[in-house]
């Protein structure tokens, strides 16, 4: 029988109420929710009581401090206290499962890793697609070699008016717009299944052209940190990734752009492709003729499955399936798309 592990989380925002402390609940017999922290006590306050978590502090360092028999930290933060969150709960050897995008920078990103290696803790980034039903199935027919070698990707997060709130607009506090905000799911997921080649190269543009759009008939999706009211990041990305191995990935993202709204990955394989929502396998049968599969999946909470890995690899000392080498290389993805634009030509990554 595993030990029933004890978490603090730290962020008493929106992904915290709205996904990790109901996930949280669904797994009560293996794991507990001893603390949470905000930097706005009443938030964390708030939260402890709707949730029936014993204890709330106003810093990850409390937390710390009076939980000492935390096995783990859950950073539920905005993106630039990632870095100072993670290296802390490091240094007190816990181990760490952090929202994405890793951090606001590839600087900040590194920080974690050496400071997670340096304690020899376990991180896992918490890219919440990859533990879908339909995500896992594909891995499941790569292994038995039914893609053959997958060298092209296509995938696009497209909102025609889908802009956040608060902090999210603010470079300071979030590092960047919708390539770190949503971007990070479409191409983390699609590297992913890719098989994880080797980045080589980047060329993109990012674009603010609708930016603070006052469209009518449209909400925002407010964040709990409201952040300074600040609009200074890109609301478009469009992106073509190089791998080792001839293989590639084109990416295009948008908070708000005047075109259909899409949410896509696409992967090409020498014997087989697919696409998602239904699952489809573009394939030949044993025949030869050309087939169309929808392989059956039973839909789960991605964010439930993600905490249940998560615990399941500090039960077993496994390494989780995105562990901070992949939270780096896809930063380092994510930082060359934004250096790739700015020099306007395709930089290495
Ligand atoms: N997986 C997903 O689909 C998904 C969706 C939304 C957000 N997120 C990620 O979750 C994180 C939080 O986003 P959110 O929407 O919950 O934002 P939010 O503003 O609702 O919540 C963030 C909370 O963090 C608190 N905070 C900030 N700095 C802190 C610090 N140093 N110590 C303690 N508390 C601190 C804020 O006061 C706020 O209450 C971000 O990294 C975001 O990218 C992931």
Known sequence: MNKKLKVGIVGAGNIATSCHLPSYQELSDR??????ADIVPERAKDAAEKFGVPHYYDSVEALLAGEPDVDYIDICVWTAAHAPVAIAAAKAGKHILCEKPLAASLEQGLAIEAAVKEAGVQFMLAVVTRYGAEQQKVIELENEGV???????KTSYMRRRGTPGGWF??????????????????????WYLMGRPKPISVSAEISYRIGDYKTKGVGRWEPFGKGRGVFDTEDSASVFFRFEGGKSMVAEISWAINGTESATTVLYGSKAGCTFDPLTIYCE???????????ETTPVNYFTEEIRHFIFCLNTDTTPISPISDAVTVQRMLDGIYRSAEAHKEVEI
């Not at 893609?147 to 990707?153: L, V």
């Not at 607009?169 to 699609?190: F, N, W």
């Not at 049968?285 to 392989?295: A, E, I, N, Q, R």
């Open 169 to 190: 607009t603010d470079k300071e506090l979030a590092g960047g717009g919708p390539v770190l905000d949503i971007g990070v799911h479409a191409i983390d997921r699609t």
């Open 285 to 295: 049968d044993s025949d030869g003729y050309l087939s169309t599969v929808k392989p």
């Open 31 to 36: 794991v507990e929710v001893v603390a949470i």
């Open 147 to 153: 893609f053959g070698e997958i060298y092209y990707a």
